[in-house]
């Protein structure tokens, strides 16, 4: 007489590396910003003083951290955990079936820690300097139309991103230019939606 299998047991986080790659991906990023923040907005920062000019600053930051997105999209650690980096992206990803249900506490978890560990290595290195209003530890502020108008541009510009992904993605003779796709409206956001 042959015995049924035993009932599975689903573990809590069964991809544990996943989470703490994707985390890692995320931390890179903060200390990405974080530097870049403080060489091209910090007033002490000689690239600040060479180049008054706020847009051109803001151009500048949009292209380092679009270049670290793709970057670190195409890392051994990003094609591992699949490089969302963003708790919304991996809730995205839930919803369209790409990513399990007993794996968004863990990849949050992950990217929670990441980008806190990323800043706080920043922090220990650059001192005072990345607490300067200028910088503000690279936090997201709403500019002088207030916080409906950032709250509506975020909106905005996180579904334009989401959709550019999302279409890229799906057709597999582009689906290689996702990151790129990404990178770029990244660094548009950045330049021109930053203010706001």
Excluded at 102 to 111: I, K, R, S
Excluded at 152 to 165: G, M
């Amino acid at each position: 007489m042959s015995q049924a299998p035993a009932p599975s047991r689903s573990r809590p986080f069964p991809h544990v590396i996943e989470y703490l790659l994707d985390g890692l991906g995320l931390g890179l990023f903060l200390v990405s910003a974080c530097a870049f923040a403080l060489l091209l907005e910090h007033p002490g920062s000689p690239v600040r003083q060479v180049l008054p000019d706020r847009l051109a600053r803001q151009a500048l930051m949009g292209l380092a951290m679009g270049a670290t997105l793709v970057g670190i999209v195409h890392s051994p650690c990003g094609r591992r955990s699949g490089a969302h980096l963003n708790p919304a992206v991996t809730l995205a990803f839930w919803r369209l079936g790409r990513v399990r249900g007993d794996d968004l506490a863990g990849y949050a978890l992950g990217q929670f820690a990441g980008a806190a560990a990323g800043v706080a290595l920043v922090t220990w290195l650059a001192g005072p300097a990345l607490a300067d209003p200028h910088v503000h530890y690279v936090v997201t502020r709403p500019g002088p139309a207030g916080v409906v108008a950032a709250l509506a541009a975020e909106f905005a510009i996180t579904f334009a991103l989401f959709s550019v992904v999302l279409r890229v993605m799906a057709d597999a003779r582009r689906a290689a230019f996702t990151p790129w796709a990404a990178g770029a409206l990244l660094a548009l956001y950045i330049t021109f939606e930053s203010p706001v």
